[in-house]
């Protein structure tokens, strides 16, 4: 992994069965560029041994409420529950919920909470 350009490796396991992801990144915050790849599982086995010491351990739920995608994460490392939609600005109902708004910190990018993850699960 890099600090202006990223890589990133997901395994996705759903409904539809498992398959593996390679995304780069360009960029910080909510502007930056994204370009995802589907791989296959040869190649990801490939590539995983070079992400050791800087993993995250999360599962994403994704919900639809109208226009707005939800993406909800659960790291199973540490007691921690992160939400991202891209909003012009929280409504009224949310204010109440948000204990921190943490888009602009850079401490709680994946890869700093990779960086950062409990012994014993890197």
């Given at each position: ?12 396991r759903g409904p539809a069965g498992e ?11 909510v502007e930056r560029i994204e370009v ?50 891209e909003l012009p600005s929280p409504p ?31």
């Open positions: 992994p890099g600090e202006r350009l990223r890589e990133r490796l997901r395994r996705v398959r593996f992801e390679r995304a780069l990144k360009v960029g910080r915050g995802e790849e589907q791989l296959d599982a040869a190649t990801f086995a490939l590539l995983w041994p070079a992400t050791a010491g800087c993993r995250v351990h999360k599962r994403r739920t994704r919900v639809v409420v109208g226009e707005l995608v939800w993406e909800l994460d659960a790291f199973l490392d540490r007691t921690l529950w992160l939400a991202e939609v009224d109902w949310l204010s109440d919920c948000i204990v921190r708004e943490v888009t602009e910190e850079p401490g709680w990018t994946n890869l700093e909470l990779a960086r950062t993850a409990a012994p014993g699960r890197r």
